[in-house]
Every structure is written in C-alpha cells, then in structure tokens.
C-alpha cells in the first residue's frame, strides 16, 4: 500500500483521490480554495467520461445530478442547421449517457462522496523535494506533507507543473467567453437538446441542459489580446447586443441572464506537454492538458484521467512504472483532443464574411459519417 498526496481539489484531483483509494492506496488532497463554493457553470461529460465515472463506481451518485444530452445541434447565426448528431445512438452503444451537469453540483458529490478527513481546504501548494523514495510536499500556510507519491491535479495553471516545466505556460485561443447558467424552464427548449451557433464577425454561442430546467450557455467573442479593457465591464445588455441578431432562443437565453450570473474568462489551453510522468509525480487533468472547451472534453478527460491512473495502479506497484505507463495510454489520445479543440475553435471563431459563408456550405454538406466517427473515437475508445 502506498500513501499519495494530491494537489487540488477539483473534478479530476477528487477523481483521481477516489482512483487512489480504489486501489487499496491511502490519500489525502490539499486544495489551495478555503472552501468549495458554488463556482463554474456548466461541464458536459460525455459517455466516455460517464464510463470512466461507472469504472471508479461513481456514475450512480453522479447521474442523479445532471441530465442527458440526447443532441448535439451546429447552426448559423440565423438558425439554419449546419450539421446535427443525435448522440444517443452512442449511448445505445456504450450504455452510457452524454451528461450536461454544473461544474459545482459535480465537484460536490465527488467530495461527499471521500472519506471525511481527506481533503484540506486553505493549502496552497508552493513546491515539492523529490528523494529516490517519496516526495515531500511544501504549503503556503508553513504545512507540508510526505508521500510515496505526488499527483499535480492543480490545473491550467498548476505549480506542481510550472516546477518540472517553468516554460510550459498557457496559449491564449485569441477569443474570450461569458458563461451562466440560468433557470430556462419557461423557455420549455426541447429535453436533451444542446445547440452551438457559429456565427457571423467571430462570434459564437452555444447552450446545454444542465437539469431541474437549468441551462447553461455560453457567448465567445474573438479578442486580440486577454483581458481586454473593452470587454472588462461587459455586462448582460453588453451581450444581448452584440448577439442581437442570433436565432432564439439566444435573446431569451441572454434576456434571462443576471448581471450577477456572468462568469467571464479567456480561453486558453496547453501546448500539449511530452510528458505526464516525472519520477514519482504525475501531471493530471488540465495541469497535464488543458483544453480549449471546443469539444467540451476538459473535464471529460480529467475524470478518464483517474480512471487509466486506477487500471495503471492495479497492474504494478512499481509507482514510477504505473506512472510512465499512464503517460504511454493518456498521451496520444489527450494530445489529439487538444488539438483538434484548438483547430474547431479557430473554424468556429472565424470572421472573414466569405470565408464564414464557405465553412458553413462546408459543414451543411459534410457527410454525417465524418462527425459520427469522430464521436465514435470519442466515446467508444479509452
Ligand atoms: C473555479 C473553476 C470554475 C470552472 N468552471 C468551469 C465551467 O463552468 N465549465 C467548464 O467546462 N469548465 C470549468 N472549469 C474547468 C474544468 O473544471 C476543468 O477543465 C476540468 O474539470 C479539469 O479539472 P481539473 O481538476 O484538472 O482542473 P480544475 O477544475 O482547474 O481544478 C484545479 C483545482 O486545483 C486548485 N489549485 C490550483 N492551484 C493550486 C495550488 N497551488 N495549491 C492547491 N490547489 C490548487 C484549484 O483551486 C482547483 O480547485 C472550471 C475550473 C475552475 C477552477
């Protein structure tokens, strides 16, 4: 049995405690945030998170919390229909549903459902010493703890990685995105459907059922540089502006949406990294591959994360080989997601008026076994 220290208390340092704990290991997780408030909007976990939630015996105590997104809807700015999935059959197939859930929902059963006594609120990780056999972990608050092994799970902008990689820091996408979610139930939008508009002067929308009537949306504008000034004071009216010539229920989406419920980031990501094992640590979840949410497989690929960490565990005790195996499985297959996000948001996001005409015509026209086998990657591969 081996003892792990992990680094965050997000969806995937909480996945990978339940990993840990699941291997017969001990664990304990320090979190720099002094409590787990409501923050985040909405996540979708595809089926292929479902089923790795379902490998760490936690899809029961998740699903009860979301709601399946049953459609996956492209259109243009006026509504037409660009391409349409239905995700279901995959669900059919794999047994698990697309689940449109709020980050904070998520991240609390994941919590409630560890041993009480196993994350720390209020430890921001400083540093950590490597020795041939353990790693010793340095807090802000004076703590430190010891370990057989530490997982870095801190994040886009993770310490434990700025350590090992002090080069490898986020790229910004070149747009920026406002989120909420908000109680749409008077809007009566179809179940399970989600809908994503790529529109005109490098604009795009796009919403999920999260459950209980709640949907969660988002609104990209494009933006030269981050945290721009012109878009600091933005607030709701701001939106609905600039989005006024969106098909509904976009307007009502935006007209239902509360100064108060905005959230407002960047999009950024993560060159992808050579390596995720270092030793007797190991990079996790976006402090290993942050992802533009353009595939909506961030936390996706966190929670597959935990579960290849559990099947890794279980073939050796080695901790260092368990490790560098992980890296052999999770490598390629989170390389090609942030990839491919980035090259679907550079698509989406376009603004040249004609070439937005082309992409569309493009997308109307593009056969459906084309987005049908990069779904079927998506769900039915590990
Ligand atoms: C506040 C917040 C809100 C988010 N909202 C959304 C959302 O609405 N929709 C969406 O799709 N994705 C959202 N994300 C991102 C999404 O949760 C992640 O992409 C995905 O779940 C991968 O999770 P992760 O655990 O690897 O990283 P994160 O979710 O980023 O979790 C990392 C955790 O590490 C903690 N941490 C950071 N630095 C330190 C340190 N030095 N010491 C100790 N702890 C540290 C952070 O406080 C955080 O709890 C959000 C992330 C955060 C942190």
């Known amino acids: 049995m081996a003892h792990f220290v992990i680094i965050g208390a997000g969806i995937g340092g909480l996945t990978a405690a339940h990993a840990v704990l ?7 997780v320090y979190e720099a945030a002094p409590e787990l408030r409501e923050v985040g909007a909405g996540i979708v976990l595809g089926a292929n998170a479902m089923r790795a939630l379902h490998q760490l015996s936690l899809h029961d105590a998740v699903r009860p919390h979301g709601t399946p997104v049953t459609h996956l809807d492209l259109r243009d700015q006026a509504g037409q229909l660009l391409q349409a999935a239905d995700t279901s059959v995959f669900t059919r197939k794999v047994g698990f549903d697309n689940l449109g859930i709020h980050r904070a929902a998520l991240q609390q059963v994941l919590f409630r459902a560890l041993p009480a006594g196993t994350v720390h609120l209020g430890y921001p990780f400083e540093q ?31 310490r434990v990685r700025q ?13 920026t995105c406002w989120r909420a979610v908000v109680d749409a139930t008077r809007l009566a939008l179809p179940a399970g459907e989600s809908c994503e508009t790529w529109g005109e002067r490098g604009r795009r929308f796009g919403y999920v ?4 009537g709640r949907v969660y949306w988002f609104a990209c504008i494009n933006s030269p540089q981050p945290q721009d000034a012109r878009f600091r004071g933005f607030r709701t009216a701001d939106l609905q502006r600039e989005f006024a010539a969106f098909h509904a229920p976009v307007p009502a989406l935006l007209a239902l949406t509360r100064d108060d419920q905005l959230l407002w980031n960047d999009i950024l990501d993560l060159k992808p990294l050579a390596h995720l094992a270092y ?27 935990a579960a290849v960490l559990a099947q890794c565990l279980a073939e050796t005790t080695d901790l260092p080989a368990a490790f560098r195996r992980f890296e052999q499985r999770r490598l390629p297959r989170t390389t090609r997601i942030v990839r491919t996000s980035w090259q679907l948001g550079r698509v989406g996001q376009l603004e040249n008026p004609l070439v937005v005409m082309l992409r569309n015509t ?15 990657w998506l769900y039915e591969t590990v």
């Open 22 to 28: 699941q291997q017969g290991h001990t664990v304990q």
């Open 128 to 158: 950590f010493e490597a020795t041939s056999t353990g790693v010793m972990a340095h807090f802000a608050n004076g703590r430190m703890a010891t370990a057989d092994a530490l997982l870095g799970v801190d994040g886009l902008r993770s």
């Open 163 to 175: 350590q090992l990689l002090p080069r490898a820091t986020p790229r910004y996408a070149g747009y």
């Open 209 to 212: 059922p999260v459950g209980g």
């Open 279 to 305: 030793g007797r640590t190991l990079l996790l979840g976006d402090a290993g591959h942050a992802t533009t949410p353009n595939m909506g497989q961030g936390a996706g690929m966190a929670v597959e994360d």
């Open 362 to 376: 493009v997308m109307r026209y593009l056969p459906a076994a084309v987005s049908r086998s990069q779904m079927a």
